[in-house]
């Protein structure tokens, strides 16, 4: 249904503003925190067709801003597609995830993003560390607006944590999310839990001791067992080339055909894994040229 997503928001703001409990509205799915609703309390003052144009517009505007032309290649592809469709909020999440990674307002964004909490299970704690290495302001940044934000929502809502992991876990479905899990969700469940738990740690290692925030950022939505293909868009940053965003778009929509042959979204990994391997690829090649100049320095001078 078109902007089924950005209703349930909408109906969950609307909640939170008469004093009601979202989680408690009979066959809404509001598997959020719920401080992720507050930024909606504001559209509600609007008709519901009204929200959708402004919705659509912004999110219009913020991936034009982020990619500018390169945007042409990826509008067409399932990701940014189901975004608009469901009005989800993805686009937005791409905007805070473009300021984290150019380092602008960096713990203010990673606040914000932290309210759709898959995005950054490895992100967040990589970059705090990171921060208290190199640049603590932003964690007190970081610390105030979510602080803020945390405060706020308790205030309004006591015992909402306790509604939401009750109701987040009826979205446990791991078995089929774009994730490690769901790629490996064919072998018997014992084996799948070792097998993707052993592996998703591998990733994790891997990836820390890289230190590289691409790297990062892509192992840690491959290894959450919360995403879906919508959610990949953070990975739309990392690609450079042009043809490499149409190669993205052509395999999104291949991941979405057997997505819904299986009546499943774990085809769309793919997508997250074809970045990591062309990432991999983009660091060794660095790291040869690192090492190699030193060398051509030295011929240079014996010359």
């Known amino acids: 249904m078109p902007f089924k997503d950005i209703d349930i928001f909408l109906l969950a ?11 408690s509205i009979q066959g809404v799915e509001v598997f959020y925190p719920l401080p992720f609703y507050f930024l909606f309390i504001p559209l509600t003052v609007l008709p519901v067709q009204a929200v959708h144009v402004v919705w659509t517009a912004l999110q219009m505007v913020i991936l034009v801003a982020i990619l500018r ?9 399932m990701p940014v597609f189901l975004t608009f469709l469901l009005g989800q909020v993805d686009i937005v999440m791409l905007g805070l995830f473009t300021l984290l990674r150019s380092g602008v307002a960096g713990g203010i ?38 602080g803020v934000i945390v405060v706020s929502s308790f205030i309004v809502q006591p015992d909402w944590l306790a509604r939401f992991v009750a109701r987040s876990g009826e979205r446990t479905r791991a078995n089929i999310s774009s994730s490690l899990w769901g790629l490996l969700s ?3 469940t014992p084996m799948w839990f070792a097998a993707a738990g052993l592996l998703a740690l591998v990733l994790v290692v891997w990836a820390w ?11 840690g939505l491959l290894v959450s067992p919360y995403i879906f293909s919508y959610n990949l ?23 979405f055909a057997a997505a819904a042959l299986e009546i499943s979204d774990r085809a769309s990994a793919l997508l997250t894994i074809a970045v990591l391997i062309a990432l991999f690829v983009r660091s060794e090649r660095a790291n040869l040229r690192l090492r ?3 060398t051509s320095e030295g011929q240079g001078m014996v010359a």
């Open 292 to 294: 190699s100049a030193p």
């Open 109 to 146: 964004a990673l606040a914000f993003m932290v309210l759709k909490p898959q995005l950054v299970l490895l992100l967040a704690p990589w970059m705090l560390w990171t921060w208290w290495r190199r640049d603590r302001r932003q964690i007190a940044w970081f610390a105030l607006v979510l």
């Open 13 to 23: 703001a609307q909640a939170i503003f008469q004093g009601l409990d979202p989680y």
């Open 186 to 188: 064919f072998l018997p």
């Open 233 to 255: 868009l953070p990975l739309l940053a990392m690609i450079r080339k042009p043809i490499a965003l149409l190669a993205w778009t052509v395999l999104s929509w291949v991941a």
């Open 69 to 77: 032309r390169r945007a042409l290649w990826v509008a067409l592809s």
């Open 209 to 219: 001791r890289k230190n590289d925030f691409d790297l990062v950022a892509a192992v």
